[in-house]
T-cell receptor, first 113, second 114 residues
Framework: QQQVKQSPQSLIVQKGGISIINCAYE??????FPWYQQFPGKGPALLIA?????SEKKEGRFTISFNKSAKQFSLHIMDSQPGDSATYFC????????????FGQGTRLTINP | DAGVIQSPRHEVTEMGQEVTLRCKPI?????LFWYRQTMMRGLELLIY????????DSGMPEDRFSAKMPNASFSTLKIQPSEPRDSAVYFC????????????FGSGTQLSVL
């Protein structure tokens, strides 16, 4: 059972453009929503996270938008750079901390120079 | 800090053989997690420990899989006997505590079972 659905599977964006990756969840008990970034040959690394008490969180060029009623959240990368090319995973958890994270299937992002 | 250290980086074995994957968490981290990553199923949590004690092993796929954490600086994931469908990248991750939201992943072990 896929509890977190992520789209698109792959995305190509021109340098300087905005990259947008979307996730939808089913379990209303989820209350922690992180995004992880993974480069080839490396493990995922926490990028940014949000809790449902806010609708948006911004860290540098990365922004999470959260829509509790629609059970959706998205990652926006502003001024996308070739160094942002990686696989991005959304995740969700209903437990304290990072316990029992449920991950989306991932989006392979390519930023063309 | 060197981060989470996993060994080996790559393991190729034949069906039926025993496989042992190793992990050294970040010093001072009390929680350790084992994940498996495949194209079909993505990232799946297998088991996690807190203070060396297994908390939840409901993600372990079969009895062929077992994990131990004999001390705060070492954990193993063992598959016996291994099968081709076990081929995947296995990640170990650690966090300061179960209440801490930041997971630090190792670089993974790429396992191929022929």
């Amino acid at each position: 059972q896929q509890q977190v659905k992520q789209s698109p599977q792959s995305l190509i964006v021109q340098k300087g453009g905005i990259s947008i990756i979307n996730c939808a969840y089913e379990n209303t008990a989820f209350d922690y929503f992180p995004w992880y970034q993974q480069f080839p040959g490396k493990g995922p690394a926490l990028l940014i996270a949000i809790r449902p008490d806010v609708s948006e969180k911004k860290e540098g060029r990365f922004t999470i938008s959260f829509n509790k009623s629609a059970k959706q959240f998205s990652l926006h990368i502003m001024d996308s750079q070739p160094g942002d090319s990686a696989t991005y995973f959304c995740a969700a958890s209903k437990f304290l901390g990072a316990q029992k994270l449920v991950f989306g299937q991932g989006t392979r992002l390519t930023i063309n120079p | 800090d060197a981060g989470v250290i996993q060994s080996p980086r790559h393991e190729v074995t034949e069906m039926g053989q025993e496989v042992t994957l190793r992990c050294k968490p970040i010093s001072g981290h009390n929680s350790l997690f084992w994940y498996r990553q495949t194209m079909m199923r993505g990232l799946e949590l297998l088991i996690y420990f807190n203070n060396n004690v297994p908390i939840d092993d409901s993600g372990m796929p079969e009895d062929r899989f077992s994990a131990k954490m004999p001390n705060a600086s070492f954990s193993t994931l063992k598959i016996q006997p291994s099968e081709p469908r076990d081929s995947a990248v296995y990640f170990c991750a650690s966090s300061l505590s179960l209440a801490n939201e930041k997971l630090f992943f190792g670089s993974g072990t790429q396992l191929s079972v022929l």
